[in-house]
């Protein structure tokens, strides 16, 4: 670092007058080349000359040998919020239109033979300087990081909780989420659990894949499972399976699609209960949705997936009479000719009316697993016609 006598104190002193002269260059030079500068706010162009008289108070100060080339100093003159509104490389640019205009007046700022000596001193502190603004905002970024983490788990919270006010939708707003649609939630195991990772690196996982997808996405690590409320959704399946490889091995449950953040509580409860309940189902896929685990859930106790399935199967039944009797009587024969006979009907009348319940309730009797979530919705209706029974 140059130290006193390097220059003269007649160059140090009228390179000192001619501070205020240099700034307001510098600051001409900024609207002249750069577009950047000229979009800015009154406020933020003000910010901005703060730091180039800033730079220039420091140059000399380093000059004089009396402090070091200190960027704290030339960035403190501006708030916190600059590194917000002008970029690293924004902010390299203004660097080079000061030591641009300070070059440009070597010549008339210096005595003859400390030309050269200033010039190297102008280069030398413009590396140290623009090493120090790179520092400013890698130091901001990380703040900046660790501030919209915790935000982010809060506002994960609140709507696991089903707790999406308006200052959670206020705080959404600060990740982004202000205008965000179409709302799934995925709930799976957190990679953490085995060892190889620490939930930062997980959610970071997450986070990189939203980007790669270009959907908004807010992650946190909840004990054992990893969640993530993905915006911006077309099909929840599929994007379920794009973001598979960023949970555990096990269990990926996604809820149902949702208009928006206030309304993913829904989603959050049916993808945690689902996960709960997947095991009960032992030919599930990866991913599952919660809305085909609504059997499992059910008797997991989730009053939620008990009424739907009363919503979706019990109570349109019940308004055709023949189809709620062939429901039963089906579940309790083996095979459609059994049906027939016990009905007293002919079997391509069992096969029409299990069409027509298919239509009514959207469960084909015909597979399994269906056949299975319609029994479990026909005990609960059952059972809750006759309240009493439950307490005998």
Known sequence: MPRRG????????????????????????????????????????????????????????????????????TFGAAPR??????????????????VDVVEE?????????????????????????????????????????????????LVIDAVMRGEVDES????????????????????GGSPDMSGDEDPATAVGRVHSTARRLDQPVLAG???????????????????AAAFAECFADGDLVHGPLVADL?????????AVAGHVAAPGWPSRGRPVAADDLLAERAIAGDDLARATLMELVQLPLEEHPSLLETARTHLESAGLEATARTLI????????????????????????HEAFTVRVALALGAILEDPSKVLQ
């Not at 104190?9 to 577009?35: F, K, N, P």
């Not at 982004?176 to 995925?186: F, H, I, R, S």
């Open 6 to 73: 390097l220059v003269s104190l007649t160059t140090r002193r009228q390179v000192r007058r001619s501070a205020g002269d240099l700034a307001s260059a510098a600051t001409r030079r900024l609207e002249a080349t750069h577009d950047w500068y000229t979009r800015l706010g009154a406020e933020e162009r003000s910010w901005v000359a703060l730091v180039a008289q800033a730079g220039i108070a420091n140059f000399i100060e380093w000059l004089d040998g009396i402090a070091p080339a200190d960027s704290r100093a």
């Open 81 to 98: 919020e600059l590194t917000g509104t002008v970029s690293l490389a924004q902010t390299l640019e203004l660097v080079r239109s000061v």
């Open 105 to 153: 007046r070597v010549e008339e700022l210096a005595r003859p033979a400390d030309v050269t000596d200033l010039r190297i001193a102008v280069l030398r502190y413009s590396r140290e300087i623009a090493f120090g603004a790179a520092q400013v905002y890698a130091h901001a970024a990380e703040q900046r990081g660790a501030w919209d983490a915790r935000l982010e788990s």
């Open 168 to 187: 959670i939708r206020s705080r959404a707003a600060a990740l982004g989420w202000d205008d965000v649609t179409n709302v799934v939630v995925l709930v």
């Open 221 to 239: 690590v909840q004990g054992p499972r990893l969640v993530a409320v993905v915006g911006s959704v077309d099909d929840a399946g599929a994007t």
């Open 262 to 270: 206030a309304e993913g509580a829904l989603s959050a409860h049916a």
């Open 345 to 368: 009907v002919h079997v391509n009348t069992v096969r029409y009316r299990l069409g027509r319940i298919t239509d009514v309730t959207g469960y084909d009797l015909t597979d399994p």
